[in-house]
């Protein structure tokens, strides 16, 4: 089984910046690759970025690419979301996500609001 815990969310203006975390409890973190998806009030959860196991492949959703960078660090278990230059329509809850032993495993979310 794999738990996913994420942070960082909050409040912040337009143009700022916040960095997620997605902290997992599996000693096979390494093995996993990493998914950050986003659900708006009212839409679909979208997917926003993606980081291989041992982070050589990235990629990103058109609509935040060169804003965001996903990253890891597999001593500490850990994903980061650096958002940049943030926008209105980046209002979200924010997700993480890896699947393991066929088993699809999501964290409790975190809500990051960027004020119109």
């Known amino acids: 089984q794999v738990q996913l815990v994420e942070s960082g969310g909050g409040l912040m203006q337009a143009g700022g910046s916040l960095r997620l975390s997605c902290a997992a409890s599996?000693?096979?973190?390494?093995?996993?690759?990493i998914y950050w998806y986003r659900q708006a009030p009212g839409k679909e959860r979208e997917l926003v970025a993606v980081?291989?196991?041992?982070?050589?492949?990235?990629n990103y959703a058109d609509s935040v690419k060169g804003r965001f960078t996903i990253s890891r660090d597999n001593a500490k278990n850990t994903v980061y979301l650096q958002m940049n230059s943030l926008k209105p329509e980046d209002t979200a809850v924010y997700y993480c996500?890896?699947?393991?032993?066929?088993?699809?495993?999501w964290g409790q979310g975190t809500q990051v609001t960027v004020p119109s």
């Open positions: 980081i291989s196991s041992v982070g050589g492949y990235t």
């Open positions: 599996r000693f096979t973190f390494s093995s996993l690759t």
């Open positions: 996500n890896a699947a393991f032993r066929g088993s699809n495993y």
